[in-house]
């Protein structure tokens, strides 16, 4: 069969992909054009994409014989499901691989944007730390302050476990009770979504993008917030109204934002890049060597189940009347 994989893989899993089907491989380390996405979907049965592709109506109509896309990441907000399952496309994710990497980086934002790390750095770099004293750069400290989490899935759980190393209370809002095995590893109290605002030191987003979480974090939300919290987005840009956070931080409403994600990404907000009191990442949540690796193998192995009529490990729309091994 044939396959278009619409970002650089490791060679490993090129050649995994290569050894059974005709591969159209992106040798760049940048998404393939819209066009040639376009182009070369219009004759393959299986689509290897990236989170920056949109596979949607458009892209469908083109691709007659396309029998499964793989997304190469846990979030699915690029894909149409539901029109794919009304066409019989199968869909995929990747989930679990990215959890640690994408905890971590949460941790390393609310620590960079609380102890001044990104400015401090800057200011040594320019040749401007000539002395010590007593009230340079002085942060926010982290331990003992209370980490509220929103969308208690497995990043928010990761994120929680790493709390109890600073003391920190945890709290979460999120759709569904957790499961008792899911609560293992942390101490946390589950509370509303306006008590978590008003509590949390630090609010922390780790929920999907979908219609109901869409600029969850509004305008009313970030009022809610105390003027001297954080808040920290390793989610999906359009989870937050990314205007609404501008004048947040500007007139002190909250003390500042950490985000690796953003509404309109790449582009950032009017004015966002100008504040001092946040730091921005360019969404490299799951971007360590470890994570990657086992993100694409995970996707393709994905892609090869579905092509070869078995259900794929993590299948979104796997039809309930088929069986596993059909
Ligand atoms: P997950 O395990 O599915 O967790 C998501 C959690 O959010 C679940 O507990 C879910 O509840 C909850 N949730 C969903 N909709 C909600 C709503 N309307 N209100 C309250 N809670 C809601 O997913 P994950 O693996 O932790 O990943 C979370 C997200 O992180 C992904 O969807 C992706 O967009 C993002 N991400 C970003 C990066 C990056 O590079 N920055 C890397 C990895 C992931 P239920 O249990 O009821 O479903």
């Known amino acids: 069969m044939r396959i278009v994989v619409s970002g650089r893989l490791p060679d490993v899993v090129r050649e995994r992909l ?5 591969v159209i491989l992106n040798l760049h380390d940048a998404p393939m054009a819209r066009a040639d996405l376009l182009d070369q979907v219009a004759n393959s049965d299986g689509l290897l ?3 920056t592709d949109r596979v949607d109506a458009e892209l469908l109509d083109r691709a007659p ?8 990441g846990v979030g699915y907000d690029n894909i149409d499901v539901a ?3 009304r066409r019989g496309i199968l869909v995929s994710n990747t989930p679990g691989v990215l959890t640690e990497a994408t905890a971590e980086l949460t941790w390393a934002l609310i620590l960079a944007i609380s102890r001044n790390v990104v400015s401090g750095d800057a200011y040594t770099r320019a040749g401007r730390f ?3 004293a007593p009230l340079h750069f002085l942060g926010t400290e982290v331990s003992g302050k209370t980490l509220g989490i929103i969308g208690m899935g497995r990043i928010g759980r990761a994120v929680a476990r790493r709390a109890a190393g ?3 209370p945890v709290c979460y809002y999120s759709r569904s009770p957790l499961p008792e095995d899911a609560a293992a590893g942390f101490e946390g109290e589950a509370v ?4 978590l605002l008003e509590r949390a030191d630090f609010v922390t987003l780790h929920l999907p993008l979908t219609r109901e979480t ?5 305008a009313a939300a970030l009022a809610r917030m105390k003027s001297n919290a954080f808040l920290i987005n390793t989610a999906r840009g359009p989870v937050v109204d990314e205007t609404a956070l501008v004048g947040a931080l500007r007139s002190g409403q909250i003390a500042g934002a950490a985000l690796d994600v953003y509404e309109n990404e790449p582009a950032l907000a009017p004015g966002l890049a100008e504040l001092d009191n946040v730091v921005l990442l360019p969404h490299m949540g799951s971007a360590t060597w470890e994570t990657r690796t086992r993100m694409t193998a995970l996707a393709a192995e994905n892609l090869l189940a579905g092509l070869a009529g078995r259900q794929p490990p993590n299948c979104l729309n796997w039809p309930s009347s088929r069986s596993a091994d059909t």
């Open 192 to 195: 509303s979504f306006d008590a």
């Open 18 to 22: 290569e050894a059974q089907h005709e």
């Open 65 to 72: 014989n396309l029998k499964m896309v793989a997304n190469c």
């Open 49 to 51: 994409c990236m989170i």
């Open 166 to 168: 600073f003391q920190m």
């Open 130 to 132: 000539r002395f010590w």
């Open 83 to 85: 029109d794919c399952s």
């Open 214 to 218: 869409q600029h969850l974090i509004d």
